[in-house]
């Protein structure tokens, strides 16, 4: 396909639309904390979760069942409503029904008209290709026309098929609207047919056997991670496209262990956060995702050495150069946006 020339990649897909965003806001996103909007109970709890989440998502998809999808539609329409939430530095999204479900049209549609204002990101599950990404780039420019919108709404895709994954740079790179992408372990596994009942983290039976020792006698053997490949492909499409990647949901919620390894190792290779399915996730989410006290001194002290950037310094015996300078930037700019949020990290970062 001809990608679009340079000059109408920013252009607004509708007369009156809002221009696209050329930079994505500065936003700290380590989780994403997924409510049930259906659920009288849980919706009114919303205000006080928004306090300790970086971003609420009110969820329209899988997990709803099919008689509350018009419940939770109208929950995430009073969510918007119940706070100021461009003014409160929280994220506020929602998750719609896939393209092809009969739900799609009738989300984004109610969405955008009663909830635009307020609405940061619409995250788009089962995305196969970029014309997934085109087609509702088209409509939600009408709508945002229509509605007098004045900030553009952006989107965030899930990776959760194979065809997806085989088209990840491409599905990146769709639209300026493109915030981000996740990981959908349940799905892909699914559309891949892993032979998994799971919904992320590891698998007893995918694991590496060390060989037979000469002695004889028990081998060690350890469990991999058997979403390697997609999360760091998935980072390298999104780092290319200037858009942000992210782990997904870890369906284990009673194991918080394993949960905050997945999220860890998820952060190590390049995520910017993670989903949250229970308010137990959202600690491990801030403890992992922010960076750690000590390594954001390092960062400082490297940065220092190297003040341009460039050239090389020994620091404790090890060598910093412009490659290291970079990595000490990335932790550096990640603990000033954490602090800004977080007074108890500001504190530990400024010993
Ligand atoms: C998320 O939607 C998943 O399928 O894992
Ligand atoms: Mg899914």
């Known amino acids: 396909m001809q990608p679009k020339t340079p000059r109408q990649f920013f252009q607004p897909l509708a007369a009156g639309a809002p221009d696209p965003l050329t930079e994505l806001p500065v936003r700290l996103e380590r989780m994403i904390h997924f409510v049930p909007p259906h659920l009288d109970k849980?919706?009114?709890?919303?205000?006080?979760?928004?306090?300790?989440?970086?971003?609420?998502?009110?969820?329209?998809?899988?997990?709803?069942?099919?008689?509350?999808?018009?419940?939770?539609?109208?929950?995430?329409?009073?969510?918007?409503?119940?706070?100021?939430?461009?003014?409160?530095?929280?994220?506020?999204?929602?998750?719609?029904?896939?393209?092809n479900s009969p739900w799609f049209l009738e989300d984004v549609m109610t969405l955008v008209e009663k909830a635009g204002e307020q609405l940061d990101v619409i995250m788009i599950p089962k995305v196969e290709g970029p014309w997934d990404i085109h087609y509702a780039d088209q409509l939600v420019a009408q709508l945002e026309a229509k509605h007098?919108?004045?900030?553009?709404?952006?989107?965030?895709?899930?990776?959760?098929?194979?065809?997806?994954?085989?088209?990840?740079?491409?599905?990146?790179q769709a639209s300026p609207r493109m915030q981000g992408i996740s990981l959908g372990p349940a799905d892909l596994a699914a559309s891949r047919q892993m032979k998994t009942t799971r919904v992320g983290g590891g698998h007893p039976f995918y694991r590496v056997i060390e060989d037979p020792r000469e002695e004889g006698?028990?081998?060690?053997?350890?469990?991999?991670?058997?979403?390697?490949?997609t999360v760091a492909r998935m980072v390298d499409a999104c780092v290319m496209a200037g858009i942000k990647p992210f782990y997904g949901p870890f369906g284990d919620i009673s194991d918080l262990e394993a949960c905050e390894q997945q999220f860890r190792n998820a952060f190590l290779l390049g995520c910017v956060g993670t989903w949250t399915l229970h308010p137990g996730?959202?600690?491990?989410?801030?403890?992992?995702?922010?960076?750690?006290?000590?390594?954001?001194?390092?960062?400082?002290?490297?940065?220092?050495?190297?003040?341009?950037?460039?050239?090389?310094?020994?620091l404790d015996g090890k060598m910093q150069d412009d490659a290291t300078w970079k990595q000490a930037k990335v932790i550096g700019d990640l603990a000033d946006l954490v602090a800004a949020k977080d007074p108890g990290l500001a504190a530990a970062y400024a010993d």
Not at 43 to 51: G, L, Q
Not at 153 to 170: K, N, P, S, Y
Request: glycine share 8%; proline share 6%.
């Open 281 to 314: 996730q959202i600690d491990i989410a801030k403890k992992v995702f922010s960076p750690d006290p000590d390594e954001v001194k390092l960062a400082r002290r490297i940065l220092e050495a190297l003040p341009d950037g460039r050239g090389v310094a020994m």
């Open 217 to 229: 006698g028990a081998r060690i053997s350890a469990q991999q991670d058997p979403w390697h490949y």
């Open 148 to 172: 007098g919108l004045a900030r553009p709404i952006l989107f965030h895709a899930i990776l959760e098929t194979a065809e997806g994954v085989a088209r990840v740079e491409e599905i990146a």
């Open 42 to 99: 849980v919706r009114t709890k919303v205000p006080s979760m928004a306090e300790n989440a970086d971003v609420i998502l009110g969820n329209l998809e899988d997990a709803i069942p099919a008689d509350a999808k018009e419940a939770a539609r109208a929950g995430v329409v009073e969510m918007a409503g119940m706070m100021d939430w461009q003014a409160s530095g929280t994220g506020f999204w929602t998750r719609v029904n896939p393209l």
